[in-house]
Structures are given as structure tokens and as C-alpha cells.
């Protein structure tokens, strides 16, 4: 793997198996260095992946001293900023100035004020070619309020949100392409493990009545319940992404159950309603864990998630969670063939590896042959779990962008 880390005065090339002398061709900044809460892993991964099948230049942008300060304060003015030039200023980064010209710039954020770390890296607009901007926790609700610094995403030429409706209220606000693009996982980081010591894996927030009820069958049946013991546990810091995500994969392809909702199931006050695919689906297909709880309302997850019993849906007060868990324990066939469903479909829709190869459709980029290696893997996964699955296969879905938000088969 060609992997170029670029810090702030200094290149620092390590040394790679293959590709050595190749120009790269991409540029992606990331905050991995300074500002690392673990809800931003799922984006640092895909980082992690683009490196692996493309020719980039992973640019490690660092903080200044004056970084907390300064950027709490734009943070706090930026939603009345009248001059709507805030959102331009650094915000107490080292800057950067880049010493080559790409062809394709991919800026991954995860929310909003992300947009203010570009700024560190001076003069980017007239070094790349193509410019693409991934934001990724952005809903309709949160666009009035936003108008001070939406302007800025007018800088790039493709704007990509996971989230339909948001893409289709982009599409009228903004003067660029907002585009649909999914989110996806580490499907191979994330393969499953044939040993399941765990029972069930509950993560992140949660609905408490559901909480309290498999506490109470753990004890009854003597099942070993995973969950959180804190709150807000999204922000607690990574010491090492690829440590932390490695961890939590281990933990989630060795659960036989996962429990999943909606994004930000308990935020109505942020969302207003808004129902979205959140990453703990595409994590637990990808370890081949049987997912219990509620699918997002609406087409977008059926689109996506559209083969057999890819959430095995329970009552949102916890009533027949019990029940459904023995019912499932006394069938372990039915739980290895919807384990082997996920697996399959996720491995072959739902890789970052696909999510690339839309971007580069989107700046008329061809694919690096360094990404057959792992479209490979990908193949080998999905023919050890097809004749698991004890039923036909959907099709593939070729892509899954397209212009003004909506899904494409």
C-alpha cells in the first residue's frame, strides 16, 4: 500500500511494497491528528481504504496553540455571521502549502464546521483539479439555520451527503451537484469471525426500554450483553483509529445479535423526524451479525438493505425482545443464513471500495489498477457466503449516486 503522510513543514513517505515512483493523484486532508472523537472513525476508515486502492496523499493536518479558542469562537459567530466570511478563517491550524497539483481533492467531513479546517491548507482551490466535499451528519432541519455558511460548499464541484432529503434541499439552495452517496464500512476489516462469544452487542445510544429488557433476559438466560456503561460515548477520544475501529470490529463480528435505529433515534429535537440509515447497519451486515431493532422509515433503507430479513424488527418498548432472541437462538439455521444475507450484499454494495469508484465516476477519473486487489478480497468474501444464504441473491446495484439525491439500481 502507496501511503504518503504529509504533515505541516515535512513530507513523510513511508515506505511502500508497490507503487513506488507514482505520482499521486488525490489529495485528502484529515484531522485525525488533533481532533480524533471516535464518531468520526467511520470517516477516518474510509480515508484509510481510499489510501489503500488509490494514489493519495493523506495530508495530516495539525493544530496551532491558539486552535480550542479560536475555533469556539467562529463556531459560536458563524450562525450570524452576516458577512458570511467566516467560514474562510482558519481557525488556529498550522498552514499548508501544497507543492504539487492534483487531479481530484476529497474533503470528508463529518459535521458542518469540519469546512473550517480546509482553510488551513492554503491556495487548494488552484492545486486540484476536482473538488469533492462529503458531509456527512447535515439534516433538512439544520439548513435555514445554516445560511451564513453554506456558501462555502459553492467552492467544490460535487457536494455528497448520505442523506436524500438533505441532498435534494441542497440541490435547490446551492449552485453546485449534490449528489446522494450512502455511507458504507471496512467490509473487510469487519468480515465476521467464526466464534460468537458475544450475544448481543448494543453500542452507542439506545432506546432504554429495550436496554432494560435485555438486561433482565441476560440475567434470566444467562447471556453475555455487551453495552455502553456511559454517556456521550461518541466523544470520547481515539488514541489510534485504526486501533479503535480494529477493536470494535472484533467486538461486532464476534456478536451473534446487534441492536440498531435510526441516526440520532433519541435527537427529534435535531432531526425533526428525519429517518436515516446511520453506519451501525452497515457494520453490523458487514460482521454478519443478526440486527434487531427498528429500520429507518421510507425507501432509502429498502434500497439499500433490500434482501431478507436485514433487520429483524422488535417493538420500540422492549416487549417482545425476549422473545424474539430465544425464538432466533432455537433456529440457528435461520440465524446463519440471514448472517451469511448480510455478509453477501454488504460485501458486494456496501464497501468503501464502491463509494470510491462513484466518486471517481463524478470526476471523470479512471480507476487505479491498485484497487483490483481489493475488489478481489471483496469477490472472495461474497462467494464464501452465496451458497450459505439458502435462498437466491439480489442483483448488485452498479450505482448508488446520482444527481439531485435519489437512489440509482
Known sequence: MTLR???????LQMEPPT?????????????RRFSAPAFRGGLFEAQ???????DVDLLCLEAGT???KREKWLRQFLWRDLSRQLIYVNPGLQPVTLRQDYD??????QQWYELLYLNAVQGWRERCQTAVCWLDEVYTADLPGSRYWLNALNQFDHILVPYKSTADALTRILD??????????????????????IDVLSVGKRLPEIHGALLDLAKEDDLFYLHDTFTEGGNLLMQDVAQHRTMFANMLKRSRFFMVAPGKILDYHETKGQMEVGMRYYEGAAAGAVMLGQAPEGDTFHALFDWPQAVVSVQTDGSDIA????????????LEEISARNVFHTAGRHDWLYRWKTILQLADLSESPRLDGRQARLQAVRERYEIKQGFLPTPEVASVASRSGSLQP
Do not use: N, Q, Y
Not at 182 to 193: E, H, I, K
Open 66 to 68: 491558539a486552535w480550542p
Open 48 to 54: 484509510d481504504v481510499f489510501v489503500e486502492i488509490d
Open 5 to 11: 503522510m504529509m504533515s505541516i513543514d515535512k513530507t
Open 323 to 334: 422473545e424474539t432472541i430465544r425464538g432466533l437462538l432455537a433456529e440457528p439455521r435461520v
Open 104 to 109: 481530484l481533492l476529497v474533503v470528508l467531513c
Open 19 to 31: 507503487g513506488v515512483g507514482v505520482k499521486p493523484r488525490v489529495l485528502i486532508p484529515t484531522w
Open 176 to 197: 453546485r451537484p449534490c449528489h446522494c452517496v450512502p455511507r458504507a464500512v471496512d467490509t473487510l476489516r469487519f468480515s465476521p469471525s467464526p466464534d460468537r462469544v
